[in-house]
T-cell receptor, first 110, second 109 residues
Framework: DVKVTQSSRYLVKRTGEKVFLECVQD?????MFWYRQDPGLGLRLIYF???????EKGDIPEGYSVSREKKERFSLILESASTNQTSMYLC?????????FGEGSRLTVL | GEDVEQSLFLSVREGDSSVINCTYT??????LYWYKQEPGAGLQLLTY?????DMKQDQRLTVLLNKKDKHLSLRIADTQTGDSAIYFC?????????FGSGTRLQVQP
C-alpha cells in the first residue's frame, strides 16, 4: 500500500514563527502536492512538484514556500506564520493520476 | 483556472439512495475523481471515471458524467451510516486535481 506520512498531526505556533511541515512518501512517486483544506472552500493547491528540486506554484502560493531535495520528501515552509494560515494541510503524491493523501497536519497560529 | 462546485450538505435516511452532484468548468478534464474523507482522516479515492465514459458502476457506487453540461454525479445505493463523510469531486486538469468544496453526507438511522 502507498503510504504518505505527514510528520505532525497537530501543531500550534505563534504569529511570526517559521513553520516546517514535512511529508514523506514510500512509493517512488514523481509528483507531490501540498493542499490546504478549509471548511466550505474544499482543498486548494498551494504548491506542487514533478521532480526533485523542481517546484511550481499552485493557486494560493502566497506566504508559503516548498523544498524538494529528495524524491520521497516534500516540505512546506511558512516563513512567517500568520493567523490566516490556520488550517488543515494535506500532502499528496501521485504517479500517473490518482492522488494518495496523508492524514493531514492541523496547524493553529495564535 | 478550473472551478468545481458542489452543494455543501446532504442528509438521507439509512437504506435510501444518495446522489451527490458536481459541476465543473474545464472541458479538457480527462479523469474525474470522487474522494471520501471520514472525520479526522485524509482523503481516500472512492472511484473515478474517464472523460469518454458516460457511466461507471462499482458495487453500490454509480458515477454519471454529462460532458456537455460538465456535470458529474455520484450515486450511493442503500446508504449506510458508515457512508457518513465528506465527498469531494476532483476533475483532473493540466496541472493537478482541482477539488470542489466537498459535500457532507449525513446518514440518519
Amino acid at each position: 500500500d502507498v503510504k504518505v506520512t505527514q510528520s505532525s498531526r497537530y501543531l500550534v505556533k505563534r504569529t511570526g514563527e517559521k513553520v516546517f511541515l514535512e511529508c514523506v512518501q514510500d512509493m517512488d512517486h514523481e509528483n507531490m502536492f501540498w493542499y490546504r483544506q478549509d471548511p466550505g472552500l474544499g482543498l486548494r493547491l498551494i504548491y506542487f512538484s514533478y521532480d526533485v528540486k523542481m517546484k511550481e506554484k499552485g493557486d494560493i502560493p502566497e506566504g508559503y514556500s516548498v523544498s524538494r531535495e529528495k524524491k520521497e520528501r516534500f516540505s512546506l515552509i511558512l516563513e512567517s506564520a500568520s493567523t490566516n494560515q490556520t488550517s488543515m494541510y494535506l500532502c499528496a503524491s501521485s504517479s500517473t493520476g490518482e492522488l494518495f493523501f496523508g492524514e493531514g497536519s492541523r496547524l493553529t497560529v495564535l | 483556472g478550473e472551478d468545481v462546485e458542489q452543494s455543501l450538505f446532504l442528509s438521507v435516511r439509512e437504506g435510501d439512495s444518495s446522489v451527490i452532484n458536481c459541476t465543473y468548468t474545464d472541458s479538457s478534464s480527462t479523469y474525474l475523481y470522487w474522494y471520501k474523507q471520514e472525520p479526522g482522516a485524509g482523503l481516500q479515492l472512492l472511484t473515478y471515471i474517464f472523460s469518454n465514459m458516460d457511466m461507471k458502476q462499482d458495487q453500490r457506487l454509480t458515477v454519471l458524467l454529462n460532458k456537455k453540461d460538465k456535470h458529474l454525479s455520484l450515486r450511493i445505493a442503500d446508504t449506510q451510516t458508515g457512508d457518513s463523510a465528506i465527498y469531494f469531486c476532483a476533475p483532473r486538469g493540466r496541472r493537478a486535481l482541482t477539488f470542489g468544496s466537498g459535500t457532507r453526507l449525513q446518514v440518519q438511522p
